[in-house]
């Protein structure tokens, strides 16, 4: 959830074993608008109903269970005891973006009645580049 003081701390992880809906995530389960709500993720069709609401993030590889389920046969970046590039990996990426998001989404230039915003009008005005971004 997104407010103008940051990220809620309710901010929470939504798996597919918390969906009313088998074989797919939704926000039926999060309490608040869906107008404040931010879904990064690394599979669009998980979010069938809510893209909208989806940055698409790059699939963060650090165990090396999450290498082998994807068929990559390399070592993982715990197995090396390292971490991706701190300015351009994947998690510095999607940080980016989500302060680019937050900061437009609450520019006070904008009005100062912020309940009427809607951080899926916010992806849109960018016409998909935070999402494309994010990968």
């Excluded at 088998?22 to 109903?49: F, M, Y």
Aim: charge should be neutral; include cysteine.
């Amino acid at each position: 959830m997104v407010s103008c003081h940051g990220f809620s701390p309710l901010s929470s992880v939504i798996s597919q074993a918390d969906s009313t809906q088998r074989h797919q995530k939704g926000l039926d389960v999060v309490l608040g608008p869906k107008s404040a709500v931010l879904i990064l993720d690394d599979t669009e069709r998980a979010w069938k109903n809510h893209k909208d609401n989806l940055i698409l993030m790059e699939r963060y590889h650090f165990f090396a269970s999450s290498c082998h389920q994807f068929g990559f046969h390399c070592k993982s970046l715990s197995e090396l005891k390292s971490d991706e590039s701190e300015p351009d990996g994947a998690l510095a990426t999607i940080l980016k973006v989500l302060q680019q998001t937050h900061s437009t989404l609450f520019d006070p230039e904008l009005s100062d009645n912020f309940s009427g915003r809607d951080v899926r009008q916010v992806l849109n005005r960018f016409g998909g580049k935070s999402r494309r971004d994010a990968r």
